[in-house]
């Protein structure tokens, strides 16, 4: 008669350890994978837009979410434009409102951020020191919010429209996606909605009254405006002659 043996304590100890650990490696190599998956995706996209014009964006994908919820129509007025049938002015008016820095940072104002937290830490208007890339890379390839999460992608994005599309480019795809106006999005929709003419046409003062409600595009309107605004159009007006001869 046979004697069977069972496996000791140490054994299966053995056996569940080295199993754990299986289990372990097998995540590690999915979020491997995972991760690299993202990057390759992400590089694909930004190298993708660089030579195909944007044709939707996730904050207009919110919006439309948005006015279904409120009972309203889901208006997206897009209407995609080269950097050459934009007016310089209206390059000027946002570079002088947004990013006055823009033709010589690599992505990054440091200085505009720390004006900006000495700001927001005197408790006055609150302002986020974002750049016109920055801006960029959040309305492209990501969603609203001021988490850590998002800035992190942000800044990522950043660098690599940077490298890989340059200012010209950036420019370009900036003035042809950010919101200017409730379900207005680009320059050449905003020229039609708010002056009734195209975006090459616009004036220095219709293009400072576009750049000026840009903070806030919905609450904000560039024609029939606020003292506020009209304000604003004033100083925008006065530093885009500071600007100079756009060269990307």
Known sequence: MGIKV?????????????????????IRKFILKFFLFCIALSLFFVVLFK???????????????????????????????PLENISVNLQKAVIASEDGNFL?????????????????????????????????????????GRSYLR?????????LIELIWGKERIMEVYLNSIEMGDGVYGAQAAAEHWYRKDASNLTPIQ?????????????????????????????IVRLMRTVGKIKY
Request: one cysteine or more.
């Open 6 to 26: 069972r496996p000791t304590n140490n054994t299966n100890k053995r056996r569940t350890t080295k199993s754990s650990s299986s289990f372990m490696g097998s």
């Open 51 to 81: 030579f195909v014009p944007v044709p939707f964006t996730p904050l207009m994908a919110i919006r439309a979410i948005e006015h279904k919820k409120a009972g309203k129509e889901a208006v997206c007025s897009h209407d995609w434009e």
């Open 104 to 144: 010589n940072h690599n992505g990054f104002d440091f200085i505009a951020l720390q004006k900006a937290y000495k700001n927001n830490s005197r408790g006055k208007n609150i302002k986020g020191g974002s750049t016109i890339s920055q801006q960029t890379a959040k309305n492209v390839f990501l969603w609203q």
């Open 151 to 159: 800035k992190g992608l942000e800044a990522y994005f950043t660098v």
């Open 207 to 235: 293009a400072a009254g576009i750049a000026a409600i840009l903070p806030n595009p919905r609450r904000f309107t560039a024609t029939s405006s606020s003292s506020y605004i009209n304000r604003r159009k004033t100083k």
